[in-house]
């Protein structure tokens, strides 16, 4: 633990300091010291790096924090606070690895995410491999037409009564979605019955 301590000596002035590259090469060698041996660090060493990470990815550039984001997308334990304020970084380039792959980021996160941020991060959240009914509530009733395809290919993904009936009704306008909610498991009787007399009847008019 000698060179995190190091490294940790030298926050104060890697903060203070006014050369944004000088910022980013503390903070890959703050993150490379952290991947080494994630699986050995305690709870109190992870919330150190949490606080160290996030005090210096303030000011760096957008290409040094999707770098950063990237490290550590696929860590499981990676510090909670910082990898939420990437996940919500209005940047895709920071967020979308994050918000499709992270096992840090909870689904209230998620949800904000889904709530406020581009189609691209919504797109991005579509492909994780667990999506919840609430998350996917707003990801099917926000998203475009790529976001609702996406999350309704998506085999880990639930939905609750809500989800498929904005499915379904947007399956009216939408042949490639209404293919892909039609052949999806598990969707009730009611909604493919719906599904199929709306085709039927977009079949009788044309």
Known sequence: MT???NLIDELE??????DIAHRA???RRVTDLFVLGSTKYSGEQIALFDDVMSRLVDEVEVSARAAFGQRLANV??????IMRELALDNAIEVAGSILAHSEQIDNGTLIEGAKTKSQEHLLAISRRKILTEDV???LVDRGNKQVALSTAKNP???FSEFGYSTLVRRSKDDDKLALCVW???GIPRQHLLKLFAEASESVRLT
């Open 156 to 158: 880990g993904a639930a």
């Open 13 to 18: 002035i890697a903060i203070s300091h006014k």
């Open 3 to 5: 060179e995190q301590r």
């Open 76 to 81: 499981p334990n990676a510090p909670s606070k």
């Open 136 to 138: 996917t509530d707003v």
């Open 25 to 27: 090469e503390t903070l």
């Open 183 to 185: 052949s999806r498991a």
